[in-house]
T-cell receptor, first 113, second 115 residues
Framework: SAVISQKPSRDICQRGTSLTIQCQVD?????MFWYRQQPGQSLTLIAT?????????ESGFVIDKFPISRPNLTFSTLTVSNMSPEDSSIYLC??????????FGQGTRLTVV | DAKTTQPNSMESNEEEPVHLPCNHS???????IHWYRQLPSQGPEYVIH?????VNNRMASLAIAEDRKSSTLILHRATLRDAAVYYC?????WGSGGSNYKLTFGKGTLLTVNP
């Protein structure tokens, strides 16, 4: 099984500021995925982060709001920019393994006040 | 993406079997049926997946209807630790542009296990 470490595990931020979430994987992976889980809701895919190319964003998510970096095959960051209370969610990174399973980090619980 | 339909919630007693249903009437021939669960305050974890035949692993069994339009996740003996939201997800491993690895989560079924 993959070991995925996400930092921070939780944070409380002021509106208008930005937060960068880090995702570290214990082995090299081609793709990393970032999801958002709003309170009481299911997971929604934000973007796919490929090493060496720009991230691919899902409908409703834009790079200016959620810039992603993927400097190498074991690491990625997601930034939540110019935050508002509506951005309060759990943000999770995920990696595929063995062609079938996906592993998820523990998530970053963000509260914007 | 093909959609799945699951009951919002189910309840079970500890040490009894649990059958979690999922309808996927628009499933395509290349879609695999995946189940994940999300324990409280944790990220989702993989449970099981299958294509046509029933599947068993240490966590659960997956029974797939002959027409593949529905499936059932079976927990043989529920424990308190099995209380979670269970997601039934269709995934096409032959999708392009990374879509074969993307997971589209529905609302899932909240399983409550009573002691």
């Amino acid at each position: 099984s993959a070991v995925i470490s996400q930092k921070p595990s939780r944070d409380i931020c002021q509106r208008g500021t930005s937060l960068t979430i880090q995702c570290q994987v214990d082995s090299q992976v081609t793709m990393m995925f970032w999801y958002r889980q709003q309170p009481g809701q299911s997971l929604t895919l934000i973007a796919t982060a490929n090493q060496g190319s720009e991230a691919t964003y899902e409908s409703g998510f834009v790079i200016d709001k959620f810039p992603i970096s993927r400097p190498n095959l074991t690491f990625s960051t997601l930034t939540v920019s110019n935050m508002s209370p509506e951005d309060s969610s759990i943000y999770l990174c995920s990696v595929p393994r063995r062609g079938a399973e996906a592993f998820f980090g523990q998530g970053t619980r963000l509260t914007v006040v | 993406d093909a959609k799945t339909t699951q009951p919002n919630s189910m309840e079970s007693n500890e040490e009894e079997p649990v059958h979690l249903p999922c309808n996927h009437s628009t499933i395509s021939g290349t879609d695999y049926i995946h189940w994940y669960r999300q324990l409280p305050s944790q990220g989702p974890e993989y449970v099981i997946h299958g294509l046509t035949s029933n599947v068993n692993n240490r966590m659960a069994s997956l029974a797939i209807a002959e027409d593949r339009k529905s499936s059932t996740l079976i927990l043989h003996r529920a424990t308190l630790r099995d209380a979670a939201v269970y997601y039934c997800i269709l995934r096409d491993p032959w999708g392009s542009g990374g879509s074969n690895y993307k997971l589209t989560f529905g609302k899932g079924t909240l399983l409550t296990v009573n002691p």
